[in-house]
């Protein structure tokens, strides 16, 4: 029999477990009925990765499970055995997670040694204004300090997710901006992959307002006039 200390901090630590339970199933309500599950899955899980919090109320009650030894009643070493596959699918998971973790390091230093290469030329080129994808955008401007500035456009050209918009206009004001997309699609995403809009609006510019050049597989169109 527990006393009545025991009891209360038991009590205690299960409504805290139901309650992070609660509020994880809530979230993934919400990420249910968005967007985010149809409109590229793969890049909108990292909003799921706050539910990473709840893992302890999950374990918990596997593990008291789990560690029983040798059980009698039926019902007890189904409960047992369960929690036990369970725990092992979660461990397996975990290091399977790890590996392929792992495994991207080398890939993501590249990407980091191209996009750092990508603003060394831009700014030897004295480029510092540019319309580009949402997923190279912010990432230039914050590796570059904000020597760089771009405005989103999606894959039509229109302006479209422009967190701070201060950048897209200071972008839109200078008439001599020029053009950024990815040669790769997999650098972005579906809705703003903007080369194939961009190759059919250069070909009706008049020669020599823009200059093509292909940089670290993006796509530059440089305005040339003075």
């Known amino acids: 029999m527990l006393n009545e200390v025991e009891y209360h901090t038991l009590l205690v630590r299960r ?47 596997l593990w008291s499970a789990a560690s029983r030894m040798k059980p009698q009643a039926i019902w007890l070493r189904v409960r047992v055995y369960s929690s036990r596959f369970i725990l092992a699918a979660v461990a397996v998971i975990l290091i399977i997670g790890t590996l392929i973790a792992f495994s991207e390091v080398p890939k993501v230093q590249a990407a980091n040694q191209h996009r750092n290469h990508l603003i060394t030329q831009l700014e030897s080129m004295g ?4 319309y580009t994808d949402y997923w190279s955008c912010y990432s230039l401007i914050f590796e570059s300090q904000e020597k760089l500035l771009c405005g989103v456009v999606n894959h039509h050209l229109n302006p479209s997710h422009n967190r701070y918009p201060p950048y897209y206009t200071i972008v ?37 307002k823009y200059k093509r050049y292909e940089i670290d597989n993006y796509v530059l169109y440089r305005y040339m006039l003075n």
Request: charged share 15%; proline share 9%.
């Open 15 to 61: 409504i805290a477990q139901l309650l992070m339970v609660g509020g994880a199933i809530g979230a993934i309500v919400v990420f249910i009925h968005s967007t985010g599950p149809f409109n590229q899955p793969g890049y909108h899980a990292r909003y799921l990765i706050g539910l990473l919090i709840i893992l302890p109320a999950l374990i918990d009650p």
């Open 127 to 130: 480029i510092t204004h540019f």
């Open 172 to 208: 839109r004001a200078d008439k001599k901006s020029s053009w950024l997309c990815p040669k790769d699609p997999n650098m972005t995403t579906t809705e703003y992959d903007c080369l194939d809009w961009l190759e059919k609006r250069m070909a009706k510019q008049p020669p020599g």
